[in-house]
Structures are given as C-alpha cells and as structure tokens.
C-alpha cells in the first residue's frame, strides 16, 4: 500500500521545483537564490532527484547547467504542475480575501511533503480517517496529523466530522482538483522520461458513454494493447456529470461518446471524430421486422426502451417526434445499459432508440436488427473530451492516435 495507489508518486515535490528553476536559469547558485535555499541543497536535490529517475537532467558545463531531453521533458511538465497549485492558491485568496499571500504558504508553493498530500487525498476519496490510513499503510494518527498541519497552514477547515466518516468542505473540493491534476502532471513527466528512452510505459484511463462501449472503444483498446501490451488500460462508467467531474481532476485522461456542447473558457475540449444518427432496434423476429417501410405515425404506440431525459439522444429524438407533431406514450423504460435494453427486447415486442453501432455485433449474429425507419434528424456527433491547455501522457496519446483510426474506418 502507498501513495501511488491514489494518483501520488513517492517524489519530493521540494526536489522537482529544485529541477525547475535550475532549467529556468541554467544556473545552480541562481536556482538557489530564487528559493531561498543553499547551493549545496539544490545540489543534493538534483542529484537524488536524477537517482530516483534513473535519467540525467543536466549537463554540467562552464557556464551553467544546461537541461538535458529529460530535464526539459521534467521541467515543461513540473510547470504545469506548479501552474495548478498557484491556481489552487488563487481560489484560496477567494475563500481568505484578507489572509497574507498564499504563495508564502507551503501548500501552494510545493514545499510540502507529497505525503502529507497523499494523506489529504486519500482521506477525500475514502471519507474515512481508518480507511485512509489502512491505504496508504500509516495509522490514524498519522492522517489525522497531516490534515490538521493542513489545516493549520490555511487557516481554513477541510474536511467536518459526520457520523459516518468526515465531508469535505468547499475549499477542499477545489484543493483537492488542482493536487490531483498537479500529481497527474508529475505521473505524465515520469512517464515522458521513459518515452525518451524508447520505453513506453503508464497507464491510460478512459471514461465511456454508452455509445461507444460495444464497438469503437474496445477496438481501440485491443489495438493499443496489441502494439503496447505493458500498457495498463481502465475505463469507467457512469453519467456524464461524474465522468465530467473526474476529467477535470485528472483521474481520467478522456471521455469518449457523444459530445456535449461545452462552454466558453471552460477547461475541457472535444474532438468529433464522426457523426452518427440513431435508430429504431427490436429483436430479430419483432412484428414489424419484415416490413418495407415504417412511417413515424407507426411509431406513436410502440413500447418504447429510451435513454434517459437528460441524454443528447433523447433530447434529439423529443425534437424529431415533436417536429413531426407526434408525442411518446406517457409511459416507457428508461435505461443507459445496454445488457438492460438487449434483455427487454429479446423478451418482448418493445423497441429502443440507439445507434446501430451499439449493436454491432448482436447485428453480425442476428439477434438484434433496425426497424426501416429514417430519424433523419438525429445526428449526433461522436468524439473525445479531454482536458484543454495540456498534453496527454505518451500512453493516452497512442490510445487516441488508436481511437482515431478505428473512427476513420468506421465512416468509410
């Protein structure tokens, strides 16, 4: 059990800043100057930090220290990473207007001990004092020590008692998003340093909408997976807000599906990779299967399996069905799953609305088939979300150049 577990890498962030500002000024005793330390200790830093990372970061010459691939590689992402707890610092100033300035505090500055931080988001994800600890491998008292020292420092509280483990207030919501994509940050960085020596290694984790789980995503997997087999693939289900959600924490590198519109300056973005529209699937041997031709009117008693409200696909088929002056019955099944919808129709005469994607292969076996009726006006479009202004660890990257080509036949 250890930090990693919860997106952590068992790094001094002391030592990475360290790293940083020697880039930045090619030069120790300037490093050294700008955080306030010893010549010696930046010294030290990096050479510790060079030994944990197996990787030269700087060649040592007369006039400096000039940063290596790796170094350069170490540096652009350690950025990114203090980019976000400077962020972090910045919506504290929101919640203590009147407090000193949050760079002097260690948390925002990366003077803090990454375990101290593994201890604060373990006990966010878990909710419960006994269950971090039982985690990270340390006992109570020593999370129970690590957020109060936390708290301390902020002079804010992060998490309140319940009867039933802790909650985490406002402000520790918006801590704990910046910690966890500054560590993803730090995890992409090391795993950039194993690229530059021709290893490709990490893992990439994918949130999928049910229009793509049958088909476009498990392909794209399986090619990965062919080409890179030390590659370690998850992926997670759910609704789109809790995908949403953990995209822009970095526990997620994409989320793959039908595109939301997203907002002006928001921090995600969307790559359509094709458009689909839906159709109308019932069993193999449904009433209406040998018919030539369906018209909507047809459609207005059936026994409907739809997506729920809040769905694009729902929301674009209660638009084509209202154009066309017609309503759903009052009552239907409502469901995301499609082991759910493939069970209620091979049980009954009901139809569903999906694509015929979703049904790829009960179409290659003949259990499931599409009614002739055109919803001309469903298209929608199909593609990624994925954090803006950053780039993707080496491994997500091959999962979409994979995810790509998949598409790119699919259209064909």
């Known amino acids: 059990m250890s930090s990693e577990q919860f997106g952590i890498p068992e790094v001094s962030l002391r030592h990475l800043k360290s790293a940083l500002f020697v880039t930045e000024h090619r030069n120790v005793t300037r490093a050294a100057n700008k955080l306030n330390r010893s010549q010696t200790a930046v010294t030290k830093a990096i050479s510790e930090l060079e030994s944990s990372l197996d990787a030269k970061l700087f060649n040592r010459c007369s006039t400096g220290m000039m940063p290596t691939a790796y170094g350069e590689a170490l540096a652009h992402r350690v950025a990114l990473a203090v980019a976000e707890f400077e962020s972090a610092g910045e919506a504290y100033h929101e919640f203590k207007p009147n407090t000193r300035n949050y760079q002097s505090i260690p948390i925002f500055s990366m003077d803090i001990s990454y375990k101290r931080l593994a201890a604060f988001i373990a006990l966010y994800e878990t909710r419960d004092v006994g269950g971090a600890a039982n985690n990270l491998g340390v006992t109570k008292a020593a999370v129970y020590n690590s957020i109060r020292q936390m708290e301390e420092l902020l002079e804010l509280e992060l998490f309140q008692r319940e009867p039933n483990g802790v909650a985490p207030t406002s402000f520790c919501h918006t801590l704990a998003r910046h910690t966890k994509l500054a560590f993803s940050q730090i995890r992409h960085a090391m795993a950039d340093i194993a690229n530059l020596n021709g290893i490709t290694q990490g893992s990439v984790v994918i949130g999928t909408l049910p229009y793509t789980r049958t088909f476009l995503t498990p ?3 399986n090619r990965l997976l062919a080409e890179h087999p030390q590659l370690d693939v998850s992926t997670h289900e759910g609704p789109y807000s809790i995908m949403e959600a953990s995209l822009r924490s970095g526990d997620i590198d994409f989320i793959v599906g039908a595109i939301r519109p997203s907002e002006a300056g928001s921090d995600i973005t969307t790559e359509t990779l094709f458009e689909d529209r839906l159709s109308v699937i019932v069993r193999k041997d449904h009433p209406l299967i040998n018919r030539k031709k369906i018209h909507f009117k047809d459609l207005q008693d059936l026994q ?20 066309h002056g017609m309503h759903l019955p009052e009552h239907s099944v409502q469901t995301s799953s499609l082991s759910m919808v493939r069970g209620l129709l091979l049980d009954s005469d009901r139809v569903a609305l999906l694509s015929e994607h979703q049904i790829y292969y009960d179409k290659m076996y003949g259990v499931l088939a599409a009614l002739p009726v055109d919803l001309e ?26 995810l790509r080509t998949v598409a790119k036949e699919i259209t064909v």
């Open 377 to 402: 006006d469903t298209y929608r479009p199909i593609g990624v979300t994925m954090r803006a202004h950053t780039q993707p660890s080496p491994a997500a990257r091959l999962f979409l150049e994979q």
């Open 219 to 221: 392909r794209a997997i």
């Open 304 to 323: 409907w399996v739809l997506p729920g409200k809040q769905a694009p696909a729902r929301q674009l088929f209660d638009e084509t069905l209202a154009r």
